[in-house]
C-alpha cells in the first residue's frame, strides 16, 4: 500500500456491470482487545461502499479485496464534514456574543447555519460522490 492511500480490507458482495459492492467491517480501536465480548463497549460496523466496476477484471462476490481511497479524498471528507462545520459554528457564536445578542438566539442560530450547511452538502451529494471514488486492489498472493 502506498503512502498516499487509505485502504480496508473487504468482502465482495455483488457485482454488477456498473458497480461492485463490497463489505467492509469498520471496528473501532478497542474491537482488536482480547476482552471485547465480556466488555460491551467495542464498535464493529459493516458498511458496504459502491465502486465502479472493472470489466477487465476476474472477481466474483466472496472474494477479498483491498477498497482504496487516495488520502488526500480522506483529508478533503473531513474538512467537509468536520472542520468546516466547526468553524461555521464557532465563527457564529464568538460573532453573535460580542455583539450581545441573547445566548438563546446565539445558540439557535449557529445551529441552524450548520444546518444549512450540511443540507447543502446533501444536495450536492451527486456532485461530490464523483470527487469520491473508491478503486479495487486484489490482495497480494501469500507465499
Same mark, same amino acid.
Given at each position: ?27 473501532? *480501536?478497542? *474491537? *482488536? ?9 467495542? /464498535? ?13 477484471? @476476474?472477481?466474483?462476490?466472496? +472474494?477479498? !479485496?483491498?477498497?482504496? @481511497? ?6 478533503? *471528507?473531513?474538512?467537509?464534514?468536520? !472542520? ?7 465563527? #457564529?457564536?464568538?460573532? #453573535? ?5 441573547? /445566548?438563546?438566539? !446565539? ?12 443540507? !447543502?452538502? &446533501?444536495?450536492?451529494? +451527486?456532485?461530490?460522490?464523483? +470527487? &469520491?471514488? &473508491?478503486?479495487?486492489? +486484489? ?5
Amino acid at each position: 500500500m502506498a503512502k498516499n492511500e487509505i485502504s480496508h480490507l473487504g468482502r465482495i458482495v455483488e457485482i454488477t456491470p456498473e458497480m461492485t459492492t463490497v463489505e467492509i467491517i469498520s471496528s473501532s *480501536a478497542c *474491537a *482488536a482487545c482480547h476482552a471485547k465480548g465480556v466488555c460491551g463497549v467495542s /464498535e464493529e460496523q459493516v458498511k458496504l461502499i459502491g465502486v465502479p466496476t472493472d470489466p477487465y477484471t @476476474l472477481r466474483e462476490p466472496g +472474494d477479498e !479485496v483491498q477498497v482504496v @481511497l487516495k488520502r488526500s479524498m480522506g483529508l478533503k *471528507a473531513v474538512w467537509l464534514s468536520y !472542520v468546516i462545520p466547526l468553524m461555521i459554528l464557532m465563527i #457564529l457564536i464568538l460573532s #453573535l456574543s460580542s455583539v450581545t445578542v441573547h /445566548e438563546l438566539y !446565539v445558540g439557535l442560530i449557529s445551529i441552524g447555519a450548520v444546518a444549512l450547511y450540511y443540507l !447543502v452538502i &446533501f444536495l450536492l451529494r +451527486d456532485r461530490l460522490s464523483k +470527487d &469520491f471514488v &473508491f478503486y479495487i486492489k +486484489d490482495l497480494p498472493v501469500q507465499k
